[in-house]
């Protein structure tokens, strides 16, 4: 509970919220910083993740619906996609709920620092124009595949489904980075309020903390979808890659040494 913790800890989770709002609807991947953050504090894995989940319900709820009032992102062509994360993040959801507290502990510094690494060398597509991608048979096969894949993902982990959406997106669609950042903040919103569900539950959420978070994080999620909408994501990348890879080293050496 929200009483266990001293307020100044409470201020530096509310910090990062804000921040991990802001740079998950510029380029996603906010939960690499919330996670460690819950994670730092002594919560068990489990309930970070279900917290994480609440919190992160709030940022991408209120990117998703920038978004679309901005016409970044359209439901009805990407309803196959949707249906494809919603089964995704149930059956991660549900296998988080059979592996061990204690490698969670170790596996998830690997796991956040692998996706750091990931996001500083994978190439970014550049692209022009706010075109949809063209409506063929493969269309359908490719939303499931990549639904399937992400939705599960973030069932099971969570850290950087946003940025690996966006990325996958531009790939494999050929779309820009505002469109592709649309359909991955839908998307995420679709994953996060699914597994939340299911984490509610199984009882691994921490109310207090995650709604506290939950609010800091749809600030930052407001200012950072217009600021990206605005002016791009190459301005907050550096920060970001700075930010987690910290986090990330500091995290696997409290829980492997």
Partial sequence: ????????????????????????????????????????????????????KLAATFASS????????????????????FFATLVGAILGTLLVNYISTAWLEKALPLIILAIAVYTIWHPQPKVDGNALPKDDPKLKTKQWGQGLTLGFYDGVVGPGTGAFWVVSSMSM???????????AKAMNFTSNITSLI????????????????????????????????RFGSAFIRPVFITVVVILSVKLAIDAWF
Wanted: aromatic residues 12%.
């Fill in 1 to 52: 509970m929200l009483e266990l913790f001293d307020p100044s800890t409470i201020a530096i989770l509310a910090v990062v919220a804000f921040l991990a709002g802001f740079i998950d609807a510029v380029a996603g991947g906010g939960g690499m910083l919330t996670v460690p953050a819950l994670l730092s504090i002594g919560l068990p894995p489990h309930i970070v993740l279900g917290t994480n």
């Fill in 62 to 81: 209120t990117a998703a619906l920038t978004y679309y009032r901005k016409k970044l992102f359209s439901p009805t062509f990407w309803r196959q996609a």
């Fill in 173 to 183: 669609y050929k779309m820009n980075m505002l469109l592709s950042s649309g359909l």
């Fill in 198 to 229: 299911t984490f509610i539950i199984l009882g691994h959420v921490n109310w207090a903390i995650g709604l506290t978070m939950g609010v800091f994080l749809m600030m930052g999620a407001f200012i950072g979808a217009h600021s990206a909408i």
